[in-house]
């Protein structure tokens, strides 16, 4: 016979942002006066002001505090996009740079899916090779650097530019399904070889 009380107990997780709120959202401009490719947004948690920054060509968004800089989970990016839409829902304008953070969270929450990317050419750049290919919904170029074994994602959308990136662990592994029907069982030709060149290293990403 066992109790609630008998029930092992696991710690939540904490979730700072959570009840986060937002205090505004800016461009960040560099030393020319330009935009930097990076905007700031600046949250309040409990008593504390934290900074996010989100760099738009690679989707990223790091919590900076301090010296420490560190990439936000799923969970607080979902808890972060709530408290964006609050903020959305209280200025008494239309804050276009904060939509445009809106946009990059929804797609760092819900990451590419690669199980259904085909395959329209295959070339061998030297330093790199480069498999054009898509989606779906995007258009997807899988860069695999020749030295360092790396693998990068350029992946576009119509009217959100393009965003160059690493792989997710989930998107390795769609990858991989994803060519192995095109090297497995089919004539050994120099497209077949970069491919498998390709999957190989996609392999490995998918085990990290």
Do not use: C
């Not at 395959?119 to 899988?142: F, N, Q, Y």
């Amino acid at each position: 016979m066992t109790s609630d009380s008998d029930e092992l107990k696991f710690p939540k997780k904490p979730r700072p942002f959570n009840a986060a709120r937002i205090s505004q959202v800016l461009p960040v401009i560099d030393d020319h006066g330009d935009f930097s490719g990076e905007h700031r947004l600046s949250a309040v948690i409990g008593s504390q002001e934290v900074e996010v920054r989100f760099v738009e060509a690679s989707g990223e968004f790091r919590l900076v505090e301090d010296d420490d800089v560190r990439e936000l989970s799923r969970t607080d990016l979902k808890d972060l996009a709530s408290a964006l839409r609050r903020y959305q829902q209280n200025v008494p304008w239309d804050d276009g740079e904060a939509g445009r953070v809106l946009v990059g969270l929804n797609d760092a929450i819900t990451p590419t899916r690669l199980s259904g990317f085909t395959v329209r050419s295959v070339s061998d750049l030297g330093p790199v090779v480069l498999v054009a290919g898509k989606t779906d919904a995007e258009d997807i170029d899988v860069v695999l650097d020749a030295v360092t074994g790396e693998l990068t994602l350029i992946i576009s959308k119509e009217d959100r530019g393009s965003k160059k990136r690493s792989p997710t662990t989930q998107e390795a592994h769609d990858l991989v399904t994803a060519l192995r029907a095109r090297v497995e069982g089919r004539p050994a030709n120099r497209t077949t070889m970069l491919l498998a060149v390709v999957l190989e290293a996609a392999r490995r990403s998918a085990l990290n």
